[in-house]
Nanobody
Framework: QVQLVESGGGLVQAGGSLRLSCVAS??????????WLWYRQATGKQRELVAF???????HYADGVKDRFTISTNNAKNTVYLQMNNLNPEDTAVYLC????????????????WGQGTQVTVSS
């Protein structure tokens, strides 16, 4: 199994910035992450995709975060980042890391994994 651990959430004022990180690890086999995704879920709302980055560095952003959020990776460290700038109260949510990854050989079948989430709260 692959474990995803997020960090970097917290409380910030509107207009501020946060950088989220998510590290993938496994106890026995090498982890090969193919696609990284960040989701968020605000209280009482459905989970929504925020951004993703593929292994070839193709990225996609939700309309509401374009030009404010940047997703990037450090493949050597099996880590993905989400740089969030100019935050507003509507960005308040639990942010969840998601990954499609293989264990051992990169040609093995990929499975999908979730982190536990990190809370981001933006005050007005």
């Amino acid at each position: 199994q692959v474990q995803l651990v997020e960090s970097g959430g917290g409380l910030v004022q509107a207009g501020g910035s946060l950088r989220l990180s998510c590290v993938a690890s496994a106890s026995t086999f090498e982890v090969n992450v193919l696609d990284w995704l960040w989701y968020r879920q605000a209280t009482g709302k459905q989970r929504e995709l925020v951004a993703f980055i593929r292994r070839d560095d193709t990225t996609h952003y939700a309309d509401g975060v374009k030009d404010r959020f940047t997703i990037s990776t450090n493949n050597a460290k099996n880590t993905v980042y989400l740089q969030m700038n100019n935050l507003n109260p509507e960005d308040t949510a639990v942010y969840l890391c998601n990954a499609y990854a293989t264990l051992g050989s990169i040609t093995n079948r990929a499975s999908n994994y979730w982190g536990q989430g990190t809370q981001v709260t933006v005050s007005s």
